[in-house]
Each structure stands twice: as C-alpha cells, then as structure tokens.
C-alpha cells in the first residue's frame, strides 16, 4: 500500500515563498507545488508538525498569504528540504492560488 496523501497533482515551478513559524523566519523556491501543499528545497530544518505562516509570490507580484505545517523534513530524491502542506487561505486567496496551479498543472493531471 502506498504512503501517498497527496489529493493535488503535483507540477514544477520555482516560486518565492517567505516563511515564518516558531523556527524563525526563511524563504526559500519552490521545487514543485500542488494546490494543497509544496516541496521546499531547503537545508533548514523545521520540526514535522510545525505550524507556518506562509506568503507565496506569484510570477504576476500577487502575494497569497496561508497557513500551513511542516509535514515532513529531509532528504528525498529531489534533495533536502520541506514537505509543506497549505492548510488555510481566504476565498479570494485561495481563488488566485488555483488559477495559478490550473495554469500550471499539466491537462492529464488536472
């Protein structure tokens, strides 16, 4: 049985994301995204479980604000970095976020 949990389709893309928590505060690009989290390429490590404030800049200078938690930390074919899930945006928020993701995932992903 697999261990993935992921509901979203998964593409590229290297956007910026400003993070604060009780950890500190960091950005860091985005290795890949989802609608429901991201795989941040980072050698900070921020404990499993940890809640986070998140700020997304988009390509187009809109900022999306969530919140989210730290799923998992460490190393993965991809590299070392974070598993974040985005947990909670405004309406408004969360409409520009999936715009952006259905102008990025790829037709037979959607």
Same mark, same amino acid.
């Given at each position: 049985?697999?261990?993935?949990?992921? *509901?979203?389709?998964?593409?590229?893309?290297?956007?910026?994301?400003?993070?604060?928590?009780?950890?500190?505060?960091?950005?860091?690009?985005?290795?890949?995204?989802?609608? $429901? $989290?991201?795989?941040?390429?980072?050698?900070?490590?921020?404990?499993?479980? *940890?809640?986070?404030?998140?700020? =997304?800049?988009?390509?187009? $200078?809109?900022? =999306?604000?969530?919140?989210?938690?730290?799923?998992?930390?460490?190393?993965?074919?991809?590299?070392?970095?974070? $598993? =974040?899930?985005?947990?909670?945006?405004?309406?408004?928020?969360?409409?520009?976020?999936?715009?952006?993701?259905?102008?990025?995932? *790829?037709?037979?992903?959607?």
């Amino acid at each position: 049985m697999s261990s993935e949990r992921r *509901t979203a389709s998964r593409f590229k893309v290297a956007v910026e994301v400003s993070l604060e928590s009780d950890a500190g505060k960091f950005a860091a690009l985005t290795g890949d995204m989802s609608r $429901g $989290g991201a795989f941040l390429p980072t050698f900070k490590e921020v404990p499993t479980g *940890t809640s986070i404030d998140l700020v =997304i800049s988009l390509p187009s $200078g809109q900022e =999306i604000k969530a919140t989210g938690a730290v799923r998992w930390c460490g190393k993965t074919p991809a590299g070392q970095g974070l $598993g =974040i899930s985005f947990d909670d945006m405004s309406p408004e928020h969360r409409l520009m976020f999936d715009k952006f993701c259905e102008n990025h995932e *790829t037709p037979e992903k959607k």
